[in-house]
Nanobody
Framework: QVQLVESGGGLVQAGGSLRLSCAAS????????MAWFRQAPGKRREFVAA????????NYADSVKGRFSISRDNAKNAMYLQMNSLKPEDTAVYYC???????????????????WGQGTQVTVSS
């Protein structure tokens, strides 16, 4: 049974930082492209950042470029999202997700992802 469990969310002031973690189990982690998506109240879920299965390449939404950094540790079956210079508009539930891929590619579309975590709430106060 595949499980993705996010942690590290919370309440932070604008300009602050948070580091999200995603712990994966039940899958061969190194064979999956990974990503973070987020969903704010009343809005559709949106792409935040993605990383190839090797970790060699990353991709970011324009809204977080230069502020967020995605990484992974295949030995620990874990993925991370370092979020700096947080803004109130970053407030959302953040989801960890995994896509089975047959080569080292980036996946940025929601439909490409098979497994999803339950999400962790990030709230940025102004």
């Amino acid at each position: 049974q595949v499980q993705l469990v996010e942690s590290g969310g919370g309440l932070v002031q604008a300009g602050g930082s948070l580091r999200l973690s995603c712990a994966a189990s039940g899958l061969t982690f190194g064979l999956y492209a990974m990503a973070w998506f987020r969903q704010a109240p009343g809005k559709r879920r949106e792409f935040v950042a993605a990383i190839t299965r090797s970790g060699a390449n990353t991709n970011y939404a324009d809204s977080v470029k230069g502020r967020f950094s995605i990484s992974r540790d295949n030995a620990k079956n874990a993925m991370y999202l370092q979020m700096n210079s947080l803004k109130p508009e970053d407030t959302a539930v953040y989801y960890c997700t995994a896509a089975p891929v047959d080569r080292d590619i980036i996946a940025t579309m929601e439909w490409q992802y098979t497994y999803w975590g339950q999400g962790t709430q990030v709230t940025v106060s102004s």
